[in-house]
């Protein structure tokens, strides 16, 4: 097997590893520091840095090697941190993350960051340190990203300050054995190594923590097979081969692996360390059990590609499909005579029901997986806006299909840099304003019904009424000045629409709100703003829980079949003359408890023959869409029913007043009717009537 | 698809290739054979409103949503009737499978480079931009679509074109 195999793996483990070096440096207290969020920041640095090396990634792995040479004076105390230190991590971070797209895209990373962070960082271990040595440790690795020799000869220069570590392996097989103590050598020298596959023992002398080896040694082998004690008398003789020739040799696939440079100390950094190395070990040695369960748990979940678990999606669509056909054929068969099958139908059921929910939470993901990238966002935000921010997040762990997680992002994102920019005042503003200095960024998500609500919260401003009328009337909007607030707020939504007096980076060039917009509705859900002016701005974007499966009315007019989304539906209706009004045209309007709605004629907007024309024999469905309300003739409900969704345009295209299909029980195809899209296509079509009406009456009547 | 298409042929003489015939009211049109995914009956199509006649609608081909035009309304043939005959050539043209209707399914004929003569120019409803060409078998005149070529052309409505939505 090739070693670029495990490419992919590594790229995976270290973004992991770099989004939790992230939140750990976010989290950080940096006047008092707790100990174990110092290890654990150490300890990704140095795994990424190990792998780095074995794939032969130079670049990455020197300005990883940087890094964690700082984090390991940080968490021996001798660092001590500041904010600005913690942002200069936290550059590093975002810099190591470019290298590895680099790396992941094929090619070489930046070479001039990668030169001014290596600057940075050495310039900061040279004054903080105030030690000679901490340059010396980082100048041999930083000029030339060419080869790491450097490493290789660490083992004997450790010797002086080191310690003796007896390392048991369990149930280890000679191949990885011989992986084992080749890497074991990066470390420090191998003294004796005897034993079996059962229980293998390899006396080391070391300068590095046991911590630190069976983080490396975990790359090959599970933390159960590993046991490192420590050998107190310094005296205790080799006891059969004191080379480690054998072992290196001994491996077959070993020999293909680039020597993983400086997985062990660098020799500056060990020799400058010498004094203090012993309390640091016994500190690392605490942190072990804390370290432990975490690499546990990362074989309790396995990696799959998203397109497999969509064909058993899919599949298990179809599954339900055939289940409810089946169905269909037993319900008519006679129940003492076929007791068996029709007892059978109902498990069948059952079982296909909780397979399709099992199926479809495969594809959940909490919410988190969106929140957790907004501290660092709104950290550097409010700092360049010099404003003084809290974050809050509600409803981390509720789940939402991965498809729209991903999606919903980018439009989050471009909300929270709005709030932090127009929303939230400066601390004088706010205090001037009787407010807490402090303001406040809540991001909440929550289930509700068949949806998902994520909201956006901020304590600031609110929106200025008269300022984004005075902005709709300059670029040519229709609006008047009695329009209601709802409506106003509707208009930041309009292409090209900025109140900020300034353009700043962050935010007020006018692109952005109706991108927002856009998105959103094309996930399937709506944006609504509600603001109170001092108050602050909530933005709620309400989406659907997933694309996948949808709970849905089945209506009929004439003899088609149709269904409505059932978040869509408010109420039915048989609807009285009296409440029916005409506009001019021949658009209708329907009363319904004070509020007139518009009236969708299912019939005339898609043609279908048959159906009740009368408006009182029909039956009214009260639905909204893109958060307006319209009475939709019907002439039948049928039921409710969970419909998987088809795509139309996967061999067809988009149909106007349908946003997919499906199939019935019986096999056929059903439409599903998209409200706000079905409002248009039936204002056209009046629209079209209407000019066919003028056109003819003119030829009627030349004047 | 070539490789595929050098093993269908080589029992043949190696340039043939093979075409299904099939019949709209009284002429005989064939289309390549590679084309042609599978042949069904025609039933259960849900019509969808406001698209051209000649697409009847969708259908449900093994849990995939299938649109279903009927090429005897686009070709503006006198006869269009569904009975018992009535069959779906369902066709993969550009990534996408698209069922055609026709009056029937006669054979599968392979038909060598000098059999077919180019399309001559045509009239409004069957532009020669569609033709492979004519294909003449002793006394029968087989017009040869180009079935990607038809189905993937604006005029067709199947695809949505970019350049309607700017």
Redesign the interface.
Known sequence: MDISDFYDTFFEEAEELLADMERLLLDLDVDDPDIEDLNAIFRAAHSIKGGAGTFGFTVLQETTHLLENLLDHTRRGELNLRRDIVDTFLETKDMLHDQLDAYRNGNEPDADAFERICRVLQQMALEELGQGQAVEAATPAAPEPEPEPEAVDSAPSAESNSQRLAITFVGVGDKDRGLLVEELQHFGQVIAQAGDNERYRIELESAESRDDIEAVLCFIIEPEQLVIEPISAPAVIAETTTSSEPASSGSGGAGDVPPPAATGTAPGTSQADSPKAEPATREKGKSKPAAKPAKGAESSTIRVPVDKVDQII?LV??LI?TQSMLEQTASDMDIVSHGPLVNGMNLLQRNARDLQESVMSIRMMPMDYVFSRFPRLVRDLAAKLGKDVELVTEGKSTELDKSLIERIIDPLTHLVRNSLDHGLESPEKRQAAGKSPTGRLTLSAQHQGGNILIEVIDDGAGLNREKILAKAKSNGLAVTDTMSDDDVWQLIFAPGFSTAEQVSDVSGRGVGMDVVKRNIQEMGGHVEILSQPGQGTTTRIVLPLTLAILDGMSIRCGG?TFILPLNAVLESLQPQIEDIYSMAGDDQLLKVRDEYLPIITLHQ????AGAKTEVTEAIAVIVQGEGRRYALMVDDLIGQQQVVV?????????????SA?T?LGD?????ILDIADLHR?DRRKSQQRHEEKRNYLQEVSPA | MTTQASAATTVNDAASSEYLVFSLGEEEYAVDILKVQEIRGYENVTRIANVPDFIKGVTNLRGVIVPIIDLRLKFNLAKVEYGGQTVVIVVNVAERIVGIVVDGVSDVMSLTPDQIKPAPEFGVTLSSDYLNGIGSLDDRMLVLVDIEKLLTHNEMQLIEHTAEHA
Do not use: H
Request: proline letters at 3%; a negative charge; aromatic letters at 4%.
């Open positions: 899919n669509g179809e499909i088609e907007a898609l043609d279908v088809k795509n139309l345009e996967t061999n067809y295209r988009k149909v106007p007043g349908i299909a199939i096999g056929s195809v059903a439409l296509l």
